[in-house]
């Protein structure tokens, strides 16, 4: 039982380039979650799911996008990576039912842009 | 939307004494509250909630008290270690997705 994993767990890009970060989970939950964290900043939502074929917007989401085709799986995608896009990128996913459920957390992305 | 704000943004301790940080909400429909810790480099995990029916909740050296009418809700660490060393998150949530305090590191001082 692997839990959350993140693919892959270091990138650097080059401004103007795009990737995809690979969210999954084995737990059958149904609410997935994409933060970004910077120093000082705490957990910021970026985009989250609360099942399959279904996304909404969080509190930054401009920037990215996100899939969620099956429900293990959430993607993040940078079409044209920013610098100010340099930061860990954190996956969590809660059971079903709400919002007010505990979040497993994954291990993180840590993205560079230059 | 939610606002959360967290004190102290950093908190040194002698290790045996006892550690508070403080959380303040700004939606008055939010009816849970966790809180995370973060050690250096690794994932947040959760290490205690409480949901607004209870004012209190221990789990061995940690406690959480949570104020309604105030709207602000504590994390209190008794017998500190070095192990707590960490960054420790609070966050709220009601019908809308969890909104995460800036966070507090804590240090440990053997």
């Known amino acids: 039982n692997a839990g959350v994993t993140q693919t892959p767990k270091f990138r650097v890009l080059k401004t103007g380039q795009s990737m995809t970060l690979l969210c999954a989970q084995d737990?059958?939950?149904?609410?997935m979650y994409w933060y970004r964290q910077d120093p000082g900043m705490g957990l910021r939502l970026i985009h989250y799911s609360v099942g399959e074929g279904t996304t909404a917007k969080g509190e930054v989401p401009d920037g990215y996008n996100v899939s969620r085709l099956k429900k293990q799986n959430f993607l993040l995608g940078l079409e044209s990576a920013a610098p100010s896009q340099t930061s860990v990128y954190f996956c969590a996913s809660s059971p079903t039912g709400s919002h007010n459920q505990p979040q497993h957390f994954g291990d993180g992305t840590r993205l560079s842009i230059l | 939307g939610e606002n959360v704000e967290q004190h102290p943004s950093t908190l040194s301790v002698q290790e045996g004494d006892s550690a508070v940080i403080k959380c303040t909400y700004s939606d008055s429909a939010s009816n849970y509250f966790p809180w995370y810790k973060q050690e250096l480099g690794k994932r947040p995990q959760l290490i205690i909630d409480i949901r607004s029916n209870v004012g209190e909740k221990k789990d061995q050296r940690i406690a959480v008290t949570l104020n309604k009418t105030a709207k602000h809700f504590s994390l209190h660490i008794t017998e500190t270690q070095p192990e707590d060393s960490a960054v420790y998150f609070c966050?709220?949530?009601?019908?809308?997705?969890?909104?995460f305090g800036k966070g507090t590191r804590l240090s440990v001082i053997a």
């Open positions: 966050a709220a949530s009601g019908n809308t997705p969890l909104v």
């Open positions: 737990m059958n939950h149904e609410y």
